[in-house]
């Protein structure tokens, strides 16, 4: 058997001016043919989900493009373009293939294009006739009907933190051979009831997708229940189709799979309040970090985080660290290549006065001027080791340690969420000797600092990855939808 397998993943956060270009697609990944293979082997990824699979399953792979970039405003129409018209000539070029393998994203806008990856499906389809199409997305894919007509099969990674992407791979890659083979003739229900979820209210260890998985667990180990994807979907990206959606497939088997989504749909739509959250505002947060006895106390700036979109440079809770005077404190990371390309230059040692952060959107806080000593300098190069992405390669691009009284300030040239303690261990911190640990991220950080962190409190700061979905101005999202309506 031979698979064709590529990636194309990006998570459009459509009120973000922060662009998606080529230059940003190089910063993350961008690998091409054999290289794909190189990068992902061995990685808990998607992309090594499915070369683990087809190394099993004595399947051959055909590779081209993987290309992923940080989450942010929509994706440059060159770019996109010049990503489909790749892995279009390389599917063209590929030979006699049995499948498709795509590691997609699913909450891809691009400038002029609201569905990304149904443009791109679409085109796949159009290019290889009947031949199945497997294709991993995310546990926030924005999942429309032309992604479903399109693809074979959508596998959703079933965890947020996403600490599943290897297994959806592996499984993405064995569901697509017993379609090959016969064993499997996949009959879809979709589902979009109107249900936004915001983001901090998503984490499927507790809370109503936990439920909803638990329930889909359930489902699947029914005879003639192929797979089930439960999306809570982006709904940072104002487009028709965001939101939750459901996915079931079954074998040959259509009324099964429609009375399946439809019980997962009822089930949502009951514990839909449960979705809502709240998190503490930044002085009350910092000062109950400061009372607390055990350390180290984990400060999440869950509405600053890169991985939804938000700018990864905003300085609220840093602010009112240092109006406190708070000590054995790091704050990771703050984006912002200037800053660190200053602290680079003035080199390990020097004592510097500058401006940090605050220079992408002015609507989120302004710069914060600091004066402090350069702790290290670094070219930004870790590995993953948490459950999340591990063993790939994370480069934060020039990297400073700016020690500013008690506080030390870790800014990086490459927007990167803080999900890995190993991106403060890396610089010669060690997070679990610190007091207070800010990290900018919503959910995934979850995974690998919950092990370490005495607790955990989440703060309602400024920033374009914000739960409070009030903050932001719908105007292109099918209505009503829950929460921003009352239904
Ligand atoms: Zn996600």
Same mark, same amino acid.
């Given at each position: 058997?031979?698979?064709?397998?590529?990636?194309?993943?990006?998570?459009?956060?459509?009120?973000?001016?922060?662009?998606?270009?080529?230059?940003?697609?190089?910063?993350?990944?961008?690998?091409?043919?054999?290289?794909?293979?190189?990068?992902?082997?061995?990685?808990?990824?998607?992309?090594?989900?499915?070369?683990?699979?087809?190394?099993?399953? &004595?399947?051959? $792979?055909?590779?081209?493009? =993987?290309?992923?970039? +940080?989450?942010?405003?929509? @994706?440059?129409? #060159? /770019?996109? *373009?010049?990503?489909?018209?790749?892995?279009?000539?390389?599917?063209?070029?590929?030979?006699?293939?049995?499948?498709?393998?795509?590691?997609?994203?699913?909450?891809?806008?691009?400038?002029?294009?609201?569905?990304?990856? &149904?443009?791109? $499906?679409?085109?796949?389809? =159009?290019?290889?006739? +009947?031949?199945?199409?497997? @294709?991993?997305? #995310? /546990?926030? *894919?924005?999942?429309?009907?032309?992604?479903?007509?399109?693809?074979?099969?959508?596998?959703?990674?079933?965890?947020?933190?996403?600490?599943?992407?290897?297994?959806?791979?592996?499984?993405?890659?064995?569901?697509?051979?017993?379609?090959?083979?016969?064993?499997?003739?996949?009959?879809?229900?979709?589902?979009?009831?109107?249900?936004?979820?915001?983001?901090?209210?998503?984490?499927?260890?507790?809370?109503?997708?936990?439920?909803?998985?638990?329930?889909?667990?359930?489902?699947?180990?029914?005879?003639?229940?192929?797979?089930?994807?439960?999306?809570?979907?982006?709904?940072?990206?104002?487009?028709?189709?965001?939101?939750?959606?459901?996915?079931?497939?079954?074998?040959?088997?259509?009324?099964?799979?429609?009375?399946?989504?439809?019980?997962?749909?009822?089930?949502?739509?009951?514990?839909?309040?449960?979705?809502?959250?709240?998190?503490?505002?930044?002085?009350?947060?910092?000062?109950?970090?400061?009372?607390?006895?055990?350390?180290?106390?984990?400060?999440?700036?869950?509405?600053?985080?890169?991985?939804?979109?938000?700018?990864?440079?905003?300085?609220?809770?840093?602010?009112?660290?240092?109006?406190?005077?708070?000590?054995?404190?790091?704050?990771?990371?703050?984006?912002?290549?200037?800053?660190?390309?200053?602290?680079?230059?003035?080199?390990?040692?020097?004592?510097?006065?500058?401006?940090?952060?605050?220079?992408?959107?002015?609507?989120?806080?302004?710069?914060?001027?600091?004066?402090?000593?350069?702790?290290?300098?670094?070219?930004?190069?870790?590995?993953?080791?948490?459950?999340?992405?591990?063993?790939?390669?994370?480069?934060?691009?020039?990297?400073?340690?700016?020690?500013?009284?008690?506080?030390?300030?870790?800014?990086?040239?490459?927007?990167?969420?803080?999900?890995?303690?190993?991106?403060?261990?890396?610089?010669?911190?060690?997070?679990?000797?610190?007091?207070?640990?800010?990290?900018?991220?919503?959910?995934?950080?979850?995974?690998?600092?919950?092990?370490?962190?005495?607790?955990?409190?989440?703060?309602?700061?400024?920033?374009?990855?914000?739960?409070?979905?009030?903050?932001?101005?719908?105007?292109?999202?099918?209505?009503?939808?829950?929460?921003?309506?009352?239904?």
């Amino acid at each position: 058997m031979r698979f064709f397998v590529g990636m194309l993943a990006h998570e459009t956060n459509t009120f973000s001016t922060i662009p998606t270009g080529r230059a940003e697609f190089e910063a993350r990944d961008l690998h091409y043919g054999g290289e794909l293979l190189e990068a992902y082997r061995d990685t808990g990824t998607c992309l090594g989900g499915m070369i683990a699979a087809a190394a099993a399953h &004595g399947i051959a $792979l055909a590779p081209s493009l =993987a290309a992923a970039a +940080a989450p942010a405003g929509r @994706v440059s129409k #060159d /770019f996109y *373009a010049e990503a489909k018209d790749r892995l279009l000539a390389d599917l063209r070029a590929a030979g006699r293939l049995d499948g498709v393998l795509l590691d997609l994203h699913g909450a891809m806008v691009v400038e002029g294009l609201d569905d990304g990856e &149904g443009d791109l $499906l679409r085109a796949v389809r =159009a290019c290889v006739g +009947a031949l199945p199409i497997a @294709v991993t997305l #995310d /546990f926030h *894919a924005n999942v429309t009907r032309a992604m479903v007509e399109a693809a074979t099969l959508l596998h959703g990674y079933k965890t947020y933190p996403h600490v599943d992407m290897e297994a959806r791979g592996r499984e993405a890659a064995e569901r697509l051979r017993d379609v090959v083979a016969g064993r499997v003739r996949p009959t879809v229900a979709f589902r979009q009831p109107p249900l936004l979820p915001p983001i901090a209210g998503q984490l499927t260890a507790r809370g109503p997708m936990r439920r909803l998985y638990d329930l889909a667990d359930a489902m699947e180990r029914r005879p003639g229940v192929v797979s089930i994807s439960v999306f809570a979907g982006f709904p940072l990206a104002d487009i028709h189709d965001a939101g939750l959606s459901v996915y079931v497939v079954t074998d040959r088997d259509q009324p099964m799979a429609d009375a399946l989504a439809d019980e997962l749909v009822e089930t949502a739509w009951a514990h839909r309040q449960e979705f809502l959250h709240t998190a503490l505002p930044v002085e009350a947060a910092v000062a109950r970090a400061l009372a607390a006895d055990a350390r180290p106390v984990v400060l999440a700036d869950i509405a600053d985080n890169t991985g939804g979109g938000a700018a990864g440079d905003t300085t609220g809770i840093l602010r009112e660290l240092l109006r406190v005077g708070a000590t054995d404190t790091t704050v990771a990371c703050i984006w912002d290549p200037k800053a660190a390309a200053a602290c680079v230059a003035a080199g390990a040692g020097a004592t510097l006065t500058l401006d940090v952060g605050g220079k992408i959107d002015p609507s989120h806080g302004a710069p914060l001027r600091l004066t402090g000593r350069v702790r290290t300098v670094s070219d930004g190069r870790f590995v993953y080791k948490g459950p999340m992405m591990r063993g790939l390669a994370g480069r934060l691009g020039p990297t400073a340690v700016l020690e500013v009284g008690g506080v030390k300030v870790i800014v990086v040239s490459h927007r990167s969420q803080t999900l890995d303690p190993e991106m403060i261990r890396f610089v010669g911190i060690d997070p679990e000797r610190e007091r207070i640990l800010v990290v900018k991220s919503s959910i995934h950080y979850r995974a690998a600092f919950e092990p370490i962190a005495r607790e955990i409190i989440e703060v309602d700061a400024p920033g374009l990855s914000s739960s409070n979905l009030a903050r932001f101005s719908f105007t292109h999202v099918r209505r009503p939808i829950f929460p921003l309506d009352s239904l």
